[in-house]
């Protein structure tokens, strides 16, 4: 039976499954989140708490969140080197960068997305200037981070790199790194250079009008 991935083209953590999904080489079936696809939808809110995406159905397997997707891809599907490194040091490097920008790139940037999406008179100024300021910080941080090495950690292409590749594509389109992050800046180019990560900034480019701040002329 062919492994499932529900999701959408232009959803940032639906990326990183697809992501580890074209790095390992997977054979599955991608089942669209959208109006055309009523069962697909039912099928996910039957999946995931709220039923957010992606979820992988391999059998009788359910496999919700992102990281987890990845991680089961590593141990039952595909092939070459698993993302999550089999050494336990360096798994827990991977893990923990994947982490950091999970949560203070990806899901704030998120914030200011969701918030542009709001009513007018239902918007949170406050919330997105604090989402900014946690994104600006965590820049920082990787800036110093990125100075030696192609990847996030491990001195390979990992789980961290799966996360880090739509949270600094969209992150850049919501928080701009405008010259002041440069090794962060060439960390993002080398990502979207990658044939994996190319081939998912292709296929969500049909539906770059959804982006309710307006999607930049890049990338």
Not at 53 to 62: K, R, S, W
Not at 156 to 165: H, K, V
Not at 186 to 192: K, P, T
Request: proline fraction near 9%.
């Amino acid at each position: 039976m062919t492994v499932a991935i529900y999701g959408h083209p232009f959803s940032s953590f639906t990326w990183k499954a697809l992501i580890a999904a074209y790095e390992r080489e997977v054979d599955f079936e991608f089942r669209m989140i959208d109006p055309d696809h009523p069962e697909h939808a039912a099928r996910i809110a039957t999946l995931a708490p709220t039923g957010q995406f992606p979820a992988l159905v391999d059998g009788v397997t359910e496999v919700v969140q992102s990281n987890a997707v990845i991680e089961y891809l590593d141990l039952h599907h595909g092939k070459g080197a698993p993302l999550v490194p089999l050494d336990p040091r360096e798994a827990l490097a991977a893990r923990m960068m994947a982490q950091v920008f999970d949560d203070y790139v990806h899901v704030p940037m998120q914030r200011i997305v969701g918030n542009a999406l709001r009513p007018e008179d239902s918007r949170d100024p406050f919330g997105v200037e604090q989402a900014h300021g946690v994104i600006a910080r965590c820049y920082a941080w990787l800036e110093a981070r990125l100075q030696d090495g192609p990847w996030a950690a491990c001195g390979r292409f990992t789980i961290a790199d799966c996360a880090a590749a739509p949270a600094l594509f969209y992150g850049d389109w919501v928080h701009p790194m405008a010259g002041r992050f440069p090794a962060l800046a060439a960390y993002r180019a080398r990502l979207l250079a990658r044939p994996s990560i190319a081939r998912v900034v292709d296929e969500a480019r049909p539906y770059r009008g959804f982006f309710p701040l307006g999607a930049p002329d890049r990338d």
